[in-house]
């Protein structure tokens, strides 16, 4: 069975800092990419960063220079260190994972942690 767990989220004030943490099992965890996504109600989910089975990352403009995603394929954990948090990154923040193959696609999602920023 797969599954997703997000952990770490909270109530921080502006400048601060939280670390994300995301537990995966039930799939072959170093063959995937995975991302965190965030979302606010009413609008669309927000990929953040991701970082590939080659450990290859990406950011989001908004949080270039102040988050940063890592994994660790022994335990099949991927982290998000976020740092100097603003008002405007409070959202339900999702991890997901995802391989894709000639004529196939698998995509998890995990079932989202909230973070607040605020003072």
Request: glycine share 12%; net charge positive; aromatic share 12%.
């Amino acid at each position: 069975q797969v599954q997703l767990v997000e952990s770490g989220g909270g109530l921080v004030q502006p400048g601060g800092s939280l670390r994300l943490s995301c537990a995966a099992s039930g799939f072959p965890f170093g063959t995937y990419a995975m991302s965190w996504y965030r979302q606010n109600p009413g609008r669309e989910r927000e990929q953040v960063a991701a970082i590939g089975a080659g450990a290859g990352t990406y950011y989001a403009d908004s949080v270039k220079g102040r988050f940063t995603i890592s994994r660790d394929n022994a335990k099949n954990m991927v982290y998000l260190q976020m740092n100097s948090l603003k008002p405007e990154d409070t959202a339900v923040y999702y991890c997901l994972a995802e391989r894709v193959a000639t004529n196939r696609e698998w995509v998890y999602w995990g079932q989202g942690t909230q973070v607040t920023v605020s003072s």
